[in-house]
């Protein structure tokens, strides 16, 4: 067994680029001292801690601009232009429902409603665009639609309300 790791130690001192330096330290056994430069060479100076102070500080400024990114599609995504309410769901038949709501608009303003059925699994059946105002004296509307469905709703909704450009 000696004589294997002799001669794998002699083999290893025969490599051109000394990237490793075998030694034995009592015949039996073999361990390897890499020498920093190969390091170095192979896999690049090792980080200083101003790198890597550098590194987490630009993580967190993008995780930041990512975040304020985030909730600012939330927000425009989620907000209605005009404020209107949802006051009451009736059904006429089974392809039909009325949805009464009111929408509070500026004085000499009008708006574009947006009205849904939905069927038992909540997909959407029908939809109607309802155009509302201008109001003269600013008080809210009290608006009510029909909206028909291409097949049996169970549920219909006031989706939202827009300012109508003018």
Request: proline share 5%; charged share 20%; aromatic share 6%.
């Amino acid at each position: 067994m000696a004589g294997q790791i002799v001669a794998l130690v002699s083999s290893f001192n025969d490599v051109s680029d000394n990237s490793l330096r075998p030694t034995t330290k009592d015949k039996t056994a073999m361990t390897t001292d890499p020498a920093p430069n190969a390091l170095h060479a192979r896999y690049g100076a090792p980080a200083t801690a101003g790198g890597r102070r550098r590194t987490v500080i630009l993580l967190v400024v993008l995780g930041i601009l990512a975040t304020a990114g985030a909730i600012a599609i939330a927000w425009w995504a989620t907000s209605d232009d005009v404020p209107a309410r949802e006051i009451s769901v009736r059904k006429i038949d089974e392809f039909q429902r009325e949805v009464t709501f009111t929408v509070q608009l500026p004085q000499g303003r009008s708006a574009v409603c947006m009205v849904e059925s939905f069927n038992d699994m909540f997909g959407q059946v029908g939809a109607v665009s309802v155009d509302v105002g201008p109001t003269t004296d600013g008080e809210p509307l009290l608006v009510s639609a029909v909206v028909t469905s291409a097949e049996p709703a169970t549920a219909a909704r006031l989706r939202g309300c827009t300012y109508a450009s003018n």
